[in-house]
């Protein structure tokens, strides 16, 4: 599997913008760029996924580089349900791995009041 | 999106009992999976659990330990089996359609 690298930790203010970057420089041209968040005591939440083209949905804006080799995860108002801790993850298109997934340690994001 | 229900959510067992810890969704999914996330610690890869065949288990864990069972597309099982208190961690089921949904997990803890 591709491997992604994230910051351990990050801060932000409430109702900032908040921009969570990764790197994922052995992306293969068919892997999917997702995007997941863990609040406290539950599990993971599925937030955003791209291909190539920037995306966006009610949660969150997925920006993604020319060469795909990084990507940022945008929160455009930061709320204090928004801390968690942040996993992009590589997922190949189809095929007997499809909906495996593989987390690394993620970003924790604090947001102060 | 899917939504998923488990059971238990947490649960104190004794080494050497085993656990059986429910999965249901609430549509038909092909594929589900089952996590472990020690404490501190990211998610881990136990198994996948599609209906009609056997469960497919990742590196470092086996069927002996985790039994798997998936009778239908909108139910799975796992059990913990032969506890020890390293098996103390929180279990997740996940169901994949377009993306993955994770259920709340079960906090097992062994004594």
């Known amino acids: 599997d591709a491997k992604t690298t994230q910051p351990n930790s990050m801060e932000s203010n409430e109702e900032e913008p908040v921009h969570l970057p990764c790197n994922h420089s052995?992306?293969?041209?068919?892997?999917?760029i997702h995007w997941y968040r863990q609040l406290p005591s539950q599990g993971p939440e599925y937030v955003i996924h791209?291909?190539?083209s920037n995306v966006n949905n009610r949660m969150a804006s997925l920006a993604i580089a020319e060469d795909r080799k990084s990507s940022t995860l945008i929160l455009h108002r930061a709320t204090l349900r928004d801390a968690a801790v942040y996993y992009c993850?590589?997922?190949?298109?189809?095929?007997?791995?499809?909906?495996?997934?593989?987390f690394g340690q993620g970003t924790i994001l604090t947001v102060h009041p | 999106s899917a939504v998923i229900s488990q059971k238990p959510s947490r649960d104190i067992c004794q080494r050497g009992t085993s656990l059986t810890i429910q999965c249901q969704v609430d549509?038909?999914?092909?594929?589900m999976f089952w996590y472990r996330q020690q404490p501190g610690q990211s998610l881990t890869l136990i198994a996948t659990?599609?209906?009609?065949?056997?469960?497919?288990?990742e590196s470092g864990f086996v069927i002996d330990k985790f039994p798997i069972s998936r009778p239908n597309l909108t139910f799975s099982t796992l059990t913990v089996s032969n506890m020890s208190p390293e098996d103390s961690s929180i279990y997740l089921c996940?169901?994949?359609?377009?993306?993955?949904?994770f259920g709340q997990g079960t906090r097992l803890t062994v004594v």
């Open positions: 549509s038909q999914v092909t594929m």
């Open positions: 659990a599609n209906q009609g065949s056997e469960a497919t288990y």
């Open positions: 996940s169901a994949v359609m377009e993306g993955a949904f």
């Open positions: 052995t992306i293969s041209g068919t892997d999917y």
């Open positions: 993850i590589l997922r190949g298109p189809g095929g007997t791995s499809y909906g495996k997934l593989t």
């Open positions: 791209g291909l190539t």
